[in-house]
């Protein structure tokens, strides 16, 4: 989605600097074209040599007469589909919410009609700082998208909130203002992930191998689409996306509490989650203690959140099969009067639980069947949105 895209990068004299760098090639990766645009500050702590040669461009200064010629900050501020700014400082923000335009990049961002993304990064006292709080207010509240900056050790010393938000963060918010126009924009998409973890005692759970990858792409790919995504998530080890709300549950009951408050306004509910099926019947309240030579667990269902889930939205469900695919989902869908199902063949080492890449079927309601190849999840997540997009236009 970035491909061909003009992405303004400007970039001020802060220490986190550095961390531009990888920004901008991580974008140029991503085919866009990215026009760097430093102030005099920030080329004290890199030179503009490094993003020449990790864009391909030259970074531009309209008091450079050697600057790319022809391209001023009008012609930057028109070309931008985007502006990013990271790390913005506290004077950068400052002169932004005054509307100073002493330099390119203060110049640029008065004149575009383009959003603009601020990503500060300073020491936590100018932060907090009322005067820097109140610019952000003014910022935010005329359309700029502020990219919170992240807790932790500060270049300066200490520990507190002012380090630069992550760069996937930072990319994530800049896939989700771009995709606004795209094809779920106006759309609220509801995704489950993960695998639930039913209790026994304090210490032990009932899990499965689900990793919530195949969830988290889909989300991030709504998102992208520009959909309003919310992310229902069991515990898992990746990292939250950036433009999403996200709520974290643990057991299938919590799950189907959270889906039910979240599909209110939704009009696709997708549940990737590997929900468990059992549940212990009673948790006991001290650590189980392996006294005697066996032990048995009862167990009893947990709620089946899909059949269970009433609205007027589209429904989305996986099924994660070993034998007979196709057969076993398609019973699945009715049963659980689903508009699609995805049905994945866990027995292909490289699909289903864990792995990066998904090897799936996509049936729907009126029987078209589509067996797609070994994709990575990201590709499999579009292709399940495309079928979405088809069946939100009927
Ligand atoms: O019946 P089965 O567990 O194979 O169905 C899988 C689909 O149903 C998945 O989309 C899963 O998220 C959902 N599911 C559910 N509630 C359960 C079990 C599964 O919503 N208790």
């Known amino acids: 989605m970035l491909a061909n895209k003009t992405i303004v990068l400007g970039i001020t004299g802060s220490i986190a600097v550095y961390k531009a760098a990888d920004l901008a090639s991580r974008l140029t990766q991503a085919g866009a074209r990215v026009e760097v645009v430093m102030t005099e500050a920030a080329t004290r702590f890199v030179t503009p040599l490094t993003f020449r040669s990790l864009t391909g461009r030259r970074p531009i200064d309209m008091f450079d007469l050697d600057s790319e010629p022809g391209i001023g900050h009008i012609a930057l501020a028109k070309m931008a589909d985007i502006v990013v700014i990271a790390p913005a400082t506290a004077n950068i923000i ?17 004149a575009t009609r383009a959003p603009v993304i601020i990503a500060p990064a300073m020491h936590t006292f100018m932060f907090q700082n009322p005067i820097t709080q109140d610019n952000l207010a003014k910022l935010r509240a005329r359309g700029f998208i502020i990219v919170e900056p992240a807790c932790g050790r500060l270049a300066s010393g200490g520990i507190g909130q002012g380090r630069l938000a992550e760069i996937e963060k930072i990319i994530g918010t800049i896939k989700q203002v771009m995709g606004k126009s795209d094809d779920l924009a106006g759309k609220c ?28 792409a889909l989300a991030k790919a709504a998102r992208d689409r520009g959909a309003t995504v919310t992310l229902v998530t069991a515990p898992t080890s990746l990292p939250e996306p950036a433009g999403i709300e996200v709520t974290h549950i643990r057991t299938a009951t919590e799950m189907k509490e959270a889906v039910a408050k979240a599909v209110s306004r939704a009009d696709v509910l997708i549940m990737a989650a590997a929900v468990a099926d059992y549940q212990s019947k009673s948790v006991a309240k001290a650590k189980i203690k392996k006294e005697s030579p066996s032990l048995t667990l009862e167990l009893v269902r947990t709620p089946d959140i899909l059949t269970e889930v009433k609205g007027n939205f589209l429904k989305v469900g996986f099924a994660a099969e070993s034998e007979d ?14 508009d699609l199902i995805v049905a994945n063949d866990i027995t292909d080492p490289e699909s289903g639980f864990g792995t990066d890449t998904n090897k799936v079927t996509i049936i729907s309601k009126d029987g078209k069947t589509e067996s797609l190849p070994l994709l990575s999840k990201r590709e499999v997540a579009d292709r399940i949105l495309d079928r979405v997009v088809g069946l939100l236009k009927r």
């Open 189 to 216: 998409v509801v995704v489950t992930a993960g695998g639930t973890q039913e209790p026994i005692d304090p210490v032990r759970y009932i899990g499965n191998r689900s990793s919530g990858k195949m969830g988290y």
């Open 325 to 338: 695919i196709v057969a076993n989902a398609r019973r699945k869908l009715d049963k659980k009067n689903l």
């Open 94 to 110: 400052a002169k932004l919410a005054a509307g100073i335009s002493d330099d390119t990049l203060t110049c640029t961002v008065l």
